[in-house]
């Protein structure tokens, strides 16, 4: 149980980081962008805690899917009106 909530509170963090990390790092490539993102969410819900205290079994895997998640909410949020548009 433990696990889903860190889970669910590294999604709840989301759009936040995505909107912050655009504000700050506007200028940088997409990808930069979420490497900044991944890194503060990262810190937010430690994940080297959540791996030594065997939560999170495969902190690569679990970064990488955290980064697709980045990729989904990205990509959910520039097709809303949250997107600037001319």
Do not use: H, Y
């Not at 940088?28 to 937010?44: L, M, R």
Request: aromatic share 6%; with cysteine.
């Amino acid at each position: 149980m433990d696990f889903l909530k860190l889970f669910l509170r590294s999604i709840a963090l989301l759009p936040g980081v995505i909107q912050g990390t655009e504000a700050l790092f506007g200028a940088k490539t997409g990808e930069q962008k979420k490497d900044a993102a991944v890194e503060i969410v990262g810190a937010a819900i430690n994940i080297t805690d959540a791996v030594t205290r065997k939560q999170i079994a495969d902190a690569d895997k679990f970064t990488q899917g955290l980064s697709m998640t980045i990729d989904g909410v990205v990509m959910c949020l520039n097709a809303s009106l949250w997107a600037n548009r001319s």
